[in-house]
Nanobody, 127 residues
């Protein structure tokens, strides 16, 4: 059974930080691109960032590149999303997703490109 597990969400005050983790079960991240997406209440799901697990190439949404950092730990088989300077508008459910993809400069970043999704982790930022 192929699954993704996102964790690390919680309640944080404005200006604080959180680090989300994404783990896979039933498959390995090798040859996959892992993406982080978020969906706030009443809003459309949007991409935050994605990373090619093999070569480390990354993509960031334009407005989030200075605030969020995506990374992977091949030893722990995890993908992280470090979120700094969090603001109430960052409140959302954060999802990790995966798609099998080769190496190269282009990194998938549209939600329709990803075919495996985790259950999401809630991030709430209080003012």
């Amino acid at each position: 059974d192929v699954q993704l597990q996102a964790s690390g969400g919680g309640l944080v005050q404005a200006g604080g930080s959180l680090r989300l983790s994404c783990a896979a079960s039933g498959f390995a991240f090798d040859d996959y691109v892992i993406g982080w997406f978020r969906q706030a209440p009443g809003l459309k799901r949007e991409v935050v960032s994605s990373i090619n697990y093999n070569d480390g190439n990354t993509y960031y949404a334009d407005s989030l590149e200075d605030q969020f950092t995506i990374s992977r730990d091949k030893g722990k088989k995890l993908v992280y999303l470090q979120m700094d300077s969090l603001q109430p508008e960052d409140t959302a459910i954060y999802y990790c997703a995966a798609v099998r993809y080769g190496s190269g400069p282009y990194v998938p970043r549209e939600d329709w490109q990803f075919d495996t999704w985790g259950q999401g982790t809630q991030v709430t930022v209080s003012s």
